[in-house]
């Protein structure tokens, strides 16, 4: 595989009660579109993963991932590790709990240059976590220097989050977006000090039904990112978010 053809594979997500697995799927090396696209598994220790984020983690140029295990109840980074003209390894981050995780975000939240990760829960758990990641000194894959938190929580399930800088102050904020009974689409503002999450205030924009995703864009061009959100209307069944 040449770093032409990695840069160009997606990463998908297979779900399933019994069967999950986080993989990617690696373009063919060839120009023909009947050629099928192999799938490699980089995970398949737990259960019910849930949508997949990707971000440079550790800066050496290689897509990382995050996802959340929502039956598993935890999140976990993937660390890309690879040498030339071969596949690529993955160092696996488990680094806390986050029951009924729905979504996870990867965001350097206190700007100390260690990207933390911030993930959305629903079910009976509800709310938005933050997983302080070890200061850029110590050593990000290990688990027990990590720390989690609850950033918000009202009381109603939280489906997805996005990271802009609203107010232009104290680094980036956070759009959440929830769903169901008291669900709602609004930001939670960093303070001066976003260690302290006692600190964060939740400024709420709309109701909403069902978030499946929160996208930022400057749609009017004045330099400022306004926000597009789509919703569902409500069903039984939990929708995959990939
Ligand atoms: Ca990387
Ligand atoms: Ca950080
Ligand atoms: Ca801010």
Sequence with gaps: MTSKHLIASMVAIAIGCSHSAVSYAETPDTSSRSEEWKRHSIDTTSLGVDGVRSADV????LPDL?????????????LMQRKPESLPRWIHVDAGAAPAVEDALLVDL???????VVSSTEGNHRKVLVHWAPP???????????KTE?????GSRWMFAVAMDVDGRHGPDVMVGGKRQGGSIGWLESPANPRDTNAWKFH???DATWTMSIICRDSKGDGLSSKRKRTTIPRTATPASV
């Design 58 to 61: 550790n800066g050496d140029g």
């Design 66 to 78: 995050v996802c959340g295990w929502e039956q598993g109840g935890v999140y976990r980074i993937y």
């Design 110 to 116: 206190d700007q100390d240059g260690a990207i933390e």
């Design 136 to 146: 850029p000194t110590k050593h990000y894959p290990d688990s027990s220097l990590w």
């Design 150 to 154: 609850t950033l918000f929580e009202n």
């Design 204 to 206: 709420k924009l709309t």
